[in-house]
């Protein structure tokens, strides 16, 4: 992986990050680079209370919010940004003040790369809106000074469309810490936590591939 | 949350009869269902902090329960409800889980707007 200057990682809910960049977050900050995550709700409209449940529709976000500050320390995040939107409303807020909020990030950090999901991609409606409006605030940047962008892409067929991601970061070194930031959500992935480690410790070659390998794809302006 | 009591529940409804309450009420399958299984038909409403005159309130069926409040000019309803309890803020929270534990409805009643 090159060295940055400093990261931005954009996502509206706490836990986006867990599966497929925490690893990647967790090597910058290995090397010295300074990573900021700013994370636009507090995953307030989860359907996961625990199992067994331990928390309900006005206590999640409490919960939510400690998890997320306990993954952010598993990875060595010392900059988290919680930006105040609300769960599955961020695509129905003004286009322009979620760019405007992007701006901001983008003005204040002058990141090297900005990491966020792959607009048309990505499967959830926040997801989508939030990748959106990074691009769209990156789009703005004079050429000579945009960061590189990286999303994260999921949904069904996205190769057939995007093709094969163009950056692939192998996290084996930090792997631990990427389960221990995956655990730290614990209200949305304690189950599928255990399973995922159990099928890690089988060796089972394809959850393997996925929890080491995180994959991004550059966006072309 | 609790499993429903539904004499306990019909009490605690009971408490806000002819009062202005705030009302939370959703229904999700969540963001991934029709990910998941593409022919599933993904659904959903959420209303947060409707200000209502709660007539009365009643919880009926054989569980999971169906929640009905009578407005002056209308009516809010919920089905499906496992679980409720009233917070420490006196705060009636009314929710069902799905059969995996997951949130699938929620009726929530207040006397002071919800965050």
Request: charged letters at 25%.
């Amino acid at each position: 992986m090159e060295k940055e200057r400093h990261v931005l990682v954009v996502f509206p809910h706490p836990d986006d990050e867990a599966f497929g960049v925490s690893g990647t977050i967790a090597t910058y900050i290995g090397m010295g680079t300074p990573v900021t995550y700013a994370c636009l709700t507090l995953g307030e409209m989860g359907r996961n209370m625990g199992n067994p449940i331990f928390a309900n529709r006005e206590t999640l976000p409490i919960v939510r919010k400690k998890e997320l500050q306990d993954a952010a320390a598993a990875l060595g995040i010392t900059d988290l940004r919680m930006m105040g939107l609300r769960d599955k409303t961020v695509e129905f807020e003004e286009e322009e003040k979620l760019v405007g909020m992007m701006t901001s990030l983008l003005e204040e950090l002058n990141p090297s790369l900005v990491i966020t999901f792959y607009p048309g991609y990505s499967v959830h409606p926040d997801h989508e809106a939030t990748g959106r409006a990074v691009v769209e605030a990156v789009s703005r940047i004079a050429e000579d000074e945009r960061p590189k962008l990286h999303c994260v892409a999921f949904s069904k067929g996205h190769e057939d469309v995007i093709g094969k991601p163009d950056v692939v970061n192998r996290i084996t070194d930090v792997l631990t810490k990427k389960m221990a930031a995956l655990r730290a959500h614990r209200s949305q992935t304690e189950q599928m936590a255990s399973e995922l480690e159990a099928k890690l410790e089988s060796g089972d070659e394809q959850i393997v591939n996925w929890i080491q390998n995180e994959r991004f794809w550059t966006y072309k302006f | 949350m609790e499993i429903v009591n539904i004499e306990l529940a019909q009490q605690a409804l009971n408490q806000f009869s002819n009062e202005q309450v705030y009302v939370h009420l959703e229904t999700t399958n969540g963001a991934y269902a029709t990910h998941n299984d593409e022919n599933f038909f993904s659904s959903g409403a959420f209303i947060r902090n409707a200000h209502v005159s709660f007539e009365h309130g009643k919880i009926t069926g054989p569980g999971p329960y169906r929640v009905g409040i009578k407005l002056p000019i209308g009516w809010i309803y919920a089905e499906g409800i496992t679980h409720y309890t009233v917070d420490e803020r006196g705060r009636l929270l009314l929710a069902g889980h799905d059969f995996k534990g997951k949130l699938a409805v929620a009726l929530e009643i207040s006397r002071t707007p919800f965050e």
